[in-house]
């Protein structure tokens, strides 16, 4: 079991799900039938895997390099650390496992793919917001009132607010598919949050996704429903005020990445969840009960 730490600082109201969001859900291929799912050669899907994976290895190696020769090695292999969501260990742990059908596993992997792609995304926007404000600032402490720069780091946090929020809209539809085979859509007022973690709360493996129902939805109050659907967050500090905190804003991106890729790796091996965070504590420091096998023996 790995507990993983807290992420960097961190309302149970419910809405229908903003246009922003809506509209990134439909970029996803339609799901194929199971005739086509199935006719296609297993070695092709881990074909495309190696890949995908190929290409962000690249992504890595060529970001690393930016560090020097001496440091690019030690470099590449931290970022490799956090680069989640990776193709080929899922397609391996999913055929390991045998537990779920194989004419889903295709669609899986792009399903997951474009899960890191917003993370990697949003880790350009947070090495745009060092490179165009922070650094500045660091060389030259009397431009932290430039209209400029802090337009430019504006322009950063707005981007992160809703890249972390579609990160998760894919990753709920990911697990939903994964485990239903079905497409997860809002029904009448019900949200896709709604909808998918109602349906987590009668998912025993999936359950150590629950608590994260609160850390979406505050994100949702605080940040990504005022910025897209009412007055601007951002623009009060045209007016003087305060920038809102980078890091509470980075800190639903940072409980994704926090041990969920894993879980989710040991449950399509057929496993339980093994790795939590301090959503998943009792009031006596413990791991509670629920989401944990039925034996507790977790990893069997």
Do not use: C
Request: net charge negative; glycine share 6%.
């Amino acid at each position: 079991m790995t507990v993983g730490p807290d992420p960097d600082a961190i309302g149970q109201t419910d809405e229908t799900e903003d246009v922003l969001i809506a509209a990134a859900a439909m970029d996803d291929p339609p799901i194929a039938s199971i005739a086509d799912a199935a006719s296609v050669d297993p070695d092709e899907i881990l074909a495309t895997a190696r890949v995908i994976d190929d290409f962000f290895g690249r992504a890595r190696h060529e970001k690393a390099a930016q560090y020097g020769a001496e440091a690019s090695a030690m470099v590449e292999e931290m970022f490799g650390l956090a680069d989640q969501f990776t193709a080929v260990a899922f397609v391996e742990a999913y055929r390991a496992g045998q537990v779920y059908p194989e004419d889903r596993l295709r669609e899986l992997v792009l399903r997951f793919t474009d899960v890191r792609l917003q993370e990697w995304y949003i880790q350009f926007d947070t090495g745009m917001a060092n490179q165009s404000y922070y650094a500045p600032i660091h060389l030259n402490p009397d431009m932290v009132n430039s209209a400029r720069l802090t337009l430019s780091l504006m322009a950063t946090t707005q981007s992160i607010i809703a890249r972390s929020r579609i990160a998760w809209e894919k990753l709920m539809r990911a697990v939903y598919y994964l485990e239903t085979g079905l497409d997860l859509r809002p029904s009448g007022s019900r949200s896709y949050k709604s909808k998918f973690f109602d349906w987590v709360g009668g998912q025993p493996r999936w359950l150590f996704l629950e608590p994260y129902k609160s850390v979406v939805t505050e994100h949702d109050d605080r940040f990504r429903t005022g910025e897209f659907h009412k007055g601007s967050i951002l623009r009060r500090v045209v007016l003087g005020h305060d920038m809102p905190d980078l890091n509470e804003i980075m800190n639903l991106s940072n409980y994704m990445m926090n041990s969920i890729w894993n879980n989710i790796l040991s449950i399509v091996r057929g496993d339980w969840p093994d790795a939590f965070t301090d959503l998943h504590f009792n009031s006596t420091g413990q791991i509670d009960s629920r989401y944990l096998p039925p034996d507790g023996d977790i990893g069997g």
